[in-house]
């Protein structure tokens, strides 16, 4: 059955700059989800989407963004990135139409910031 | 504030005996549970769900019960298995208007072989 995908799978990036992060829900699902995990730490949610627009807000920087666009898929936007964001990311999709609370985890990003 | 708490970062069981995982909940808005189970280098695999109007579910050898009043929640795996040895995350929601997940930080389970 197909999964959520994630890229890049790993990333490493320097202090100051951006990273993109994608995630292609499984088929059929609207409502795309981030995770942040940071080591030895539960995850953490960002924000979520639904139908391409927001539908929660957690613990996200303001110097993240995300978006879901038309075919579902979303990503992450970060920008300045510091030390303190590197860590695995995860996205997770769900059918909320059909009325379903679980969620289906991709493999996640693991960023590395130098 | 940790609103959803797993106590014990570890638990070791022999093969073929009972597990009991448990988490405690702090938020009485949550109506909605979920357990996931996480290997290394994996993103968190579903494994079973609870709504607060029921106290129990079983999903073959998981079974999840649901005290309210104690703001309480255990994943009993029966029996279990060496593949069963995972971190396991109890998550959290508000269900009514949103559906964002509060994790727990986690129990390491070993089963011994």
């Known amino acids: 059955a197909a999964g959520v995908i994630q890229s890049p799978r790993h990333l490493i990036k320097e202090k100051r700059e951006t990273a993109t992060l994608k995630c292609y829900p499984i088929?059929?699902?609207?409502?795309v989800y981030w995770y942040q995990q940071g080591p030895g730490q539960d995850p953490q949610f960002l924000i979520s989407?639904?139908?391409?627009?927001?539908?929660d807000k957690g613990s996200i920087p303001d110097r993240f963004s995300a978006q879901q666009f038309s075919d579902y898929h979303s990503e992450l936007n970060m920008s300045s990135l510091e030390l303190g964001d590197s860590a695995l990311y995860f996205c997770?999709?769900?059918?909320?139409?059909?009325?379903?609370?679980?969620?289906?985890f991709g493999p996640g990003t693991r960023l590395t910031v130098t | 504030d940790q609103q959803v708490k797993q106590n014990s970062p570890s638990l070791s069981v022999q093969e073929g005996r009972i597990s009991i995982l448990n988490c405690d909940y702090t938020?009485?808005?949550?109506?909605?549970f979920l357990w996931y189970k996480k290997y290394p280098a994996e993103g968190p695999t579903f494994l079973i769900s609870?709504?607060?109007?029921?106290d129990k579910n079983e999903d073959g050898r998981f079974t999840v019960f649901l005290n309210k009043s104690a703001k309480h929640l255990s994943l009993h795996i029966v029996p279990s298995q060496p593949g069963d040895s995972a971190v396991y995350f109890c998550?959290?929601?508000?269900?009514?208007?949103?559906?964002?997940?509060?994790f727990g930080t986690g129990t390491r389970l070993k089963v011994l072989a």
């Open positions: 609870i709504s607060s109007i029921k």
């Open positions: 998550a959290a929601s508000a269900s009514a208007g949103t559906y964002k997940y509060i």
């Open positions: 989407f639904y139908e391409k627009m927001q539908s």
């Open positions: 938020n009485s808005m949550f109506d909605y």
């Open positions: 997770a999709s769900s059918p909320r139409t059909s009325h379903s609370y679980e969620q289906y």
């Open positions: 088929p059929r699902h609207d409502t």
